[in-house]
């Protein structure tokens, strides 16, 4: 089945960067999309970045210019780099994939001094 597992996540001071990783099986991950969505304490579950299988990539407003999308079809990984990273980017971030509604558990990111 579907399994998406989300890795990187931790607490950073503002300005700092971290780089998440998901790991995913159980599909033909190099054919699909695949997204980052972040959901804060009161908020609703938000777009962060979306990969197509050709690789071309969209990101919200809120993280241009900070966030880099990108995967690894041979290690059926996708990856989040965020730089510059600011208080408001505190959530919890999550894999999806974007042909069903198939979630990872999340990673939690804080940043704060």
């Known amino acids: 089945q579907v399994q998406l597992a989300e890795s990187g996540g931790g607490l950073v001071q503002p300005g700092g960067s971290l780089r998440l990783s998901c790991a995913a099986s159980?599909?033909?991950?190099?054919?699909?999309?695949m997204g980052w969505y972040r959901q804060a304490p009161g908020n609703e579950r938000e777009l962060v970045a979306i990969?197509?299988?050709?690789?071309?990539?969209r990101y919200a407003d809120s993280v241009k210019g900070r966030f880099t999308i990108s995967r690894d079809n041979a290690k059926n990984t996708v990856y989040l780099q965020m730089n510059s990273l600011k208080p408001e980017d505190t959530a919890v971030y999550y894999c999806?994939?974007?042909?069903?509604?198939?979630w990872g558990q999340g990673t939690q990111v804080a940043v704060s001094s």
């Open positions: 990969i197509s299988s050709g690789e071309t990539k």
């Open positions: 999806r994939a974007l042909f069903g509604d198939y």
């Open positions: 159980g599909f033909t991950f190099s054919d699909n999309a």
